[in-house]
């Protein structure tokens, strides 16, 4: 029963991956993992406040944005639209409605989806 409850009422964020292929994307993501690291490496080697202030952290989660980037695109290997958990309270989506978008926007026509994307954010 309490699992019912969960289910009906865990909420979700949904993440759209990259077109199948888009090796472009796959490799700036990579990229930019890869300039994260670097940046936290300068910070923690040149700011002792903030390695202490990270170290805590660091014992219960590795920061390292190789590794969690790579996880996060192995998630797209055979789904176009991943749902995550929220950890947050911002960008809210219920499990029912998250489902309800994968499957609509699995539905359209890729390019039309993408072209409709670009324009809400104002990129073209």
Request: with cysteine.
């Amino acid at each position: 029963m309490q699992s019912q409850y969960l289910e009906k009422h865990d909420t979700r964020i949904l993440v759209e991956g990259p077109a199948w292929g888009d090796a472009e994307f796959y490799g700036n993501w990579l990229l930019m993992a890869a300039k994260a690291n670097e940046l936290l490496q300068e910070a923690r080697n040149g700011d002792s406040e903030f390695r202490k202030s990270i170290e805590t952290l660091e014992m219960l989660q590795c920061l390292d944005f190789g590794i969690m980037a790579t996880v996060f695109l192995s998630q797209f290997v055979d789904n176009k639209f991943y749902t995550l958990r929220r950890t947050r309270r911002d960008r809210k989506l219920p499990r029912a409605r998250a489902i309800k978008f994968q499957r609509l926007l699995g539905d359209m026509d890729q390019d039309q989806r993408l072209a409709d994307r670009r324009a809400l954010l104002f990129l073209d």
